[in-house]
């Protein structure tokens, strides 16, 4: 694949190109137009009008060949110096703050130090890119949701309808106050929605495990992606080269909307000096463990009574999550779901870890991270030898931060009643979260007004996809605490 200054090259030499091609035409046409007058012509005949046109549209087709290749020029350079600060950001290194099961803690869902998380993956999200215009799409570890070029035009559309906005209300529980005399819905303001998304990023499992989070411009958003890797093999002295090119395709992503409904006291919205805090913190928060549960479950369905499916039901307008989306792509990563459900043995407890584990490496792929229910790590924390020790991890296990969400829930599997559970692991960075720009809030005045309180509802639009789902696996029905 050619390099930025290769490519820059390339468009070099074609502007030069056309400055040739346009003075040429220049010079051609001025002559041209000097023999006409020498002739002493008082009108041009029709051919000569479309030899006069012929020359000038070429020299604005040379000057137009110009202009692209200036554009494009441009655009390298600046892809090349943003790609330099995104390899830049990757090569930090970001604590998070995770202990492995045994130790002291594991990680709740918005309990984790910091602004924004950064748990290690296998590749860099700046590979991610826009298929229409080839600028990164990735929000990067460490950058605010605001920072990304796609939200700052955006803000910038919409800074004179904030500025009013936010002139009237001053702040937002006083615009939810304001709606809740109306049960009207209305827009927020970027300089107030924007910081819910980071508090969704900070508190949504799947972010932490490294999620791409994609800013979508337009409902519909194709990214990007490296889908047949190059190949090499070695040759007899003469024989043919045989050819290998990379293929490339797209990830497409959909947006639809998710709601999170929240309840807050008229006299709280009133009274309350920390009252927008407040409320876009429980606005973040149930967003955070909805989109979770999309993201690793997504349309599962109510495949029967006694899984998960059953517990979430979840179908369309649901996303694809990891676990539909291994189903029906990559069936082999997943594993378990035995007919009573996996528990471990006391000579071997950590063989279905393991085995997770080397199913995304035999993929040429890198766990970066393991997640489960708290109920999953209380099983393994709860197990001792002979002796009343706490088991030994493998070794390799040492290296993988385990984070915790109870959206994965425990459910029911044959005879193991109420303690099948799933574990996911591999390279989150592949999981791709769209994100609409615009957050949509309405309030509903009726239904808690007896109550004196208002309902919170939230319109959050985006969607989940998986860009290479051998990167991940599930082991399923695990048996929990």
Known sequence: MATYAEMIQQYESKRRDAERRQADAKKLAESYFKSLEAAGLERMTPEQEEMSERLLAKARDAKEAIGQADGAIKA????????????????????TGVALPGGAHTVEPGKVAGNLYGAP?????AAWRYSDSGRPAAVERGQKF????????????????????????????????????SGASALVPT?????????????????????????????????????TDVTAAFKTEGSAITASDPAFDFVQLTATSLTALTVASIEFLQDAPNADQVVSDAIAAVMALELDKAAFFGQLGATGTNDEGAAFGLASPYP????????????????????NGTAQTAATP????????????????????????DKLVQQYAGMYDTTNQPLRRPEILNTIPWLTTNTIPSFTRGTMASRATDL???????????????LNVRVLTERYSELGQVGILAYWRGDVQVARPKALACYRALQGA
């Open 76 to 95: 390298l350079r600046e892809a090349e110096a943003e790609d330099a600060e995104a390899d830049k950001l990757s090569r930090e290194t970001h604590s």
């Open 146 to 181: 605001a920072e990304h070029a796609e939200a700052r035009a955006y803000a910038q559309r919409q800074a004179e309808q904030d500025r009013l906005i936010a002139g009237t209300h001053g702040g937002l529980a006083q615009q939810i106050r304001s709606l809740s005399t």
């Open 191 to 227: 300089q107030w929605s924007f910081p819910i998304i980071d508090k969704v990023r900070n508190a949504a499992v799947m972010f932490q495990a490294g999620a791409t989070l994609v800013p979508m411009p337009a409902k519909v958003v194709q990214i990007g992606r490296l889908n």
């Open 424 to 438: 996911f692991t591999g390279d989150f960075s592949q999981v791709l979260i769209g994100q609409r720009m615009d």
């Open 320 to 339: 694809k999550g990891i676990l539909k989306n291994l189903l029906d792509n990559a069936s082999g990563q997943v594993l378990g779901f035995a007919t």
């Open 121 to 125: 993956v296998a590749s860099d999200s």
């Open 350 to 373: 950590w063989n279905e870890v393991l085995a997770a584990y080397y199913q995304v490496k035999t993929q040429n792929e890198v766990p970066g991270v393991f997640v489960s229910s």
